[in-house]
């Protein structure tokens, strides 16, 4: 197999390479928990989305984060995913461990906000999945609805923000190993939920 030549390649799309196997892994243990066999299925799985969620809100309400990503408080989704396990019946989950700090170090945020913002495009495909539950934007789904805008055109302007911003070459490797730990973080969620 041959190596991926990142030299001239952006830097979501280095992102993308360093955690293939880490997202992989996450993608299969969800879809291995059977998510829409149920409702209640479905609802183990809001329950890691919340959990996520709530680690990652802080950094939206950062008002430095949000002048180098435009719009990023207006992509919080904490809040629909309370919504949706509301719509379901449940109630929110106690928290696993501390949420992020707002002030996490540059390098860090971005590297959990481009996985926060990633499963919103990957939500698209699920969302689809979640009609067959009788679930959509405005029951059950709302935080998986792609933007009014498409998900992939907000995807691009977000990745387009996101390899915009100067880093140093240490900083570009804080990005990979914070998103590859915000992967690790979900699947720390998903067995927390499935792996009874």
Known sequence: MLALDTTDATRSQRLKAATRDSHGALDARIMAGDIFASRAHFARFLRVQFRFHRDVDALYGNAALDALLPDLGERRRLNQVAQD????????????????????????????????????????????????????????????????????????????????????????????????????????????????
Do not use: C
Not at 103 to 129: C, F, H, I
Not at 133 to 139: H, P, Q, S
Not at 188 to 193: D, F, G, L, R, Y
């Open 85 to 196: 396990l509301q719509d379901l019946e449940q109630a929110l989950p106690a928290p696993l461990s501390a949420p992020l700090s707002a002030d996490l170090p540059l390098a860090a945020a971005l590297g959990w906000l481009y996985v926060a913002e990633g499963s919103n495009l990957g939500g698209t495909v699920l969302y689809k999945m979640a009609g067959k539950l009788g679930l959509d934007a405005g029951f059950g789904a709302r935080h998986l609805a792609a933007h009014p805008d498409g998900a992939a055109r907000h995807w691009r302007s977000f990745t387009a923000a996101l390899d915009s911003v100067p880093l140093t070459a240490e900083q570009e490797q804080q990005v990979i190993d914070a998103a590859d730990a915000a992967f690790r973080s979900v699947h720390a969620h998903v067995e927390q939920e499935f792996g009874q």
